[in-house]
């Protein structure tokens, strides 16, 4: 703070510090502190709010622990965020390799111009397309008809498939770029030493390439776990009546039953759930915060 | 020097089928705007049409959408651009724990749900009887876009040489001369992406806008809605032009990315 006076003066270190605590303060702190308050309150009319009714209660979380479709689906969008997040940094891994270690410097750039492009177009368009794609009278099925792939029409939007294609399309670039980074900072002179040494190319992957790029892959399953955890779009607009994604119900509470202080409840969940990985994946990589977040 | 390998072809092939996973999906849906159909689908192929791109330009919910979206977009820059500097500013003279925890508390927004920000945005200025509504929306998506243009200053701010306020300063010129002249210059570049990347981040967000927005629309609610209750290849003829717009400040970006590139390279030969 010393440092910032003798460097900016007074004035300019109050609006610095200022700025920073109306962002820190009102924008983040506060809302969560009053999400977390107003997730222990019943819900009730105006009228009853501040009386002898409303009192501090775990009645809210109860409803969650009490539903066991509200706690199948919260499991369930574990389970397919993290299958999610796998197989995005799959189909990535090869890729970021490619960028960094095999194309050519002149192709590089074009490339990466290539990917921006769907990187920018909206998530909300990014799903729609591929509603498009896996309709029963869509593109795809009367493609691979065409083709005689198969016989029949497959319906895609069933169960969580459709779902997964969506948010793997989504948010695969979110893994690709931290794990290109950190495959771009590797010394290639180390995995031409390993080769040298007579490693087979699957060890230098495995013990010289992936042990380098942790950090990258800690940022990418973060961003994409996260985003798909907490998606929207890709599950209403993709999913079908057998396959709920937990946001899904938060929504229900919000607009359905106009209940927010169950809904701020369940977004509590759903908060916890994302630090909760966050803390893990931190843990299992031996990172920073500071590397995550780049 | 790299050299070839036979492995190569195989990488190649690769690269060549994800850039087509990434951008086939986007062709068929811009390519839908075309074709004569209620259901948006390039198949079957019914003719050629431009109707859907009059019926989008005649729908007037979707020119409020529009607006509105611009309207929060620029709000978000304003503010989230010059909190974000002096977020950066700030941390980087600090040290030690109180570092780490700021730096936590600025990061986090970045790390949590869409969902949960626009909740709790929505219930604490609701306490104090704000209610929901695009302001709502501005200040929800600052907190993380903050995070975003907060991160690129930081970043900038590691190349900045001290000596040069020190010496600024000796000479006389005032504290507000030294951040006029001589950091901001310095930071321009990364308060300039921080601006893009913001807009962007905010004409895209839909999980924030959704649950502050109160009754009005942004383009991604809208669609959303269209897409929900029943759908008409306008949403295509949307989807396209916005795709066509990212291709021209993709483009105009590696242009210019180029261009200096090769000013550099002239420069260097030159000196």
Known sequence: ?294 | MKQARNSDWLFHTYMVIFLLYMLVPLVIMGGAAFNDQRFPSILPWKGFTLRWFGELFADTRMWTAFLNTLLVAVAVVVISVPIGTAGAILINSLGGKSRSVVYALMVAPILTPGAVIGISTLLFWNTFGVGAGLHLSVLGQVSFIASFVMLLVLARLQSFDRGLEEAALDLGASHGQVMRRILLPHLYPAIGAGAAIGFFQSIENFNVTLFTRGTYDTLTVYVFSKVRSGITPTINALALILIAFTLVCAVAYEVNRRRSVRRAAMLGRVG
């Open chain 1, 1 to 294: 703070m010393k440092d910032l006076i003798n460097r900016y003066g007074t004035g300019l270190t109050v609006l610095f510090v200022g700025l920073t605590a109306f962002w820190l303060i009102v924008l983040v702190i506060l809302p969560n502190i009053y999400l977390f308050e107003n997730s222990f309150r019943p819900y009730l009319p105006v009228v009853d709010m501040g009386g002898p009714k409303d009192f501090y209660s775990f009645d809210n979380y109860l409803k969650f622990f009490e539903s066991p479709i509200h706690i199948r689906v919260f499991f369930g969008t574990i389970l397919y965020s993290s299958i999610v997040t796998v197989i995005c940094f799959v189909i990535a891994y090869p890729v970021a390799y490619y960028l960094a270690k095999v194309a050519s410097l002149s192709m590089v750039p074009t490339i990466f111009l290539l990917l921006f492009i769907p990187m920018w177009v909206s998530e909300v368009l990014r799903s729609f397309a591929w509603f498009i794609i896996l309709s029963f009278n869509g593109p795809l099925n009367l493609t691979l008809l065409g083709l005689g792939v198969i016989e029949d029409k497959i319906r895609w939007m069933t169960g969580f498939r459709s779902v997964m294609i969506g948010l793997v399309y989504t948010y695969v670039l979110f893994m690709l770029f931290p794990v290109y980074n950190a495959v771009q900072s590797l010394d290639t002179n180390q995995i031409e030493a390993s080769e040298d040494l007579g490693a087979p190319w699957w060890r230098t992957h495995w013990r010289v390439i992936l042990p380098h790029c942790k950090p990258g892959i800690a940022s990418g399953s973060v961003m994409v776990f996260m985003l798909s955890a907490g998606s929207i779009l890709v599950p209403t607009l993709l999913a079908s009546t057998n396959s709920r994604w937990f946001t899904e119900i938060i929504q229900q509470w919000m607009f359905e039953s106009q209940d927010w202080n169950t809904g701020s409840a369940y977004a509590f969940l759903l908060l916890i759930l994302c630090t909760v990985f966050v803390s893990a994946v931190m843990g299992l990589f031996k990172v920073k915060l500071s590397d995550i977040a780049k």
